[in-house]
């Protein structure tokens, strides 16, 4: 079993920052893509960022020049440095993992229980 844990959630004011951190443990033999999503209360869950093995990087074009995804291999750890934090940015936010547990090639998408960030304006 794989486990992810986030922490770094809570409230903030309009313009502030928050520093959110997911760590995968468990039965790990490698972790292929990691992402971050959110989900607004009524409204769909939606894709925040993601990041390959390899570090390369896409973001939802309403996060652009304020959020930063980022990883630590060695840790198996997963960051999201949100700035110029808007009230539309409140959400529960979700990290996932794409993880190979053996030696067989298979991978299995696993989710974190979220975290919560709050804007306040």
């Known amino acids: 079993q794989v486990q992810l844990v986030e922490s770094g959630g809570g409230l903030v004011q309009a313009g502030g920052s928050l520093r959110l951190s997911c760590a995968a443990s468990?039965?790990?033999?490698?972790?292929?893509?990691m992402a971050w999503y959110r989900q607004a209360p009524g409204k769909q869950r939606e894709l925040v960022a993601t990041?390959?093995?390899?570090?390369?990087?896409n973001y939802a074009d309403s996060v652009k020049g304020r959020f930063t995804i980022s990883r630590d291999n060695a840790k198996n750890t997963v960051y999201l440095q949100m700035n110029s934090l808007k009230p539309e940015d409140t959400a529960v936010y979700y990290c996932?993992?794409?993880?190979?547990?053996?030696?067989?090639?298979?991978?299995?998408?696993?989710w974190g229980q979220g975290t919560q960030v709050t804007v306040s304006s």
């Open positions: 990041i390959s093995s390899g570090g390369s990087t």
């Open positions: 996932n993992a794409l993880v190979r547990t053996g030696w067989a090639p298979d991978q299995y998408n696993y």
């Open positions: 468990g039965s790990i033999f490698s972790i292929n893509a």
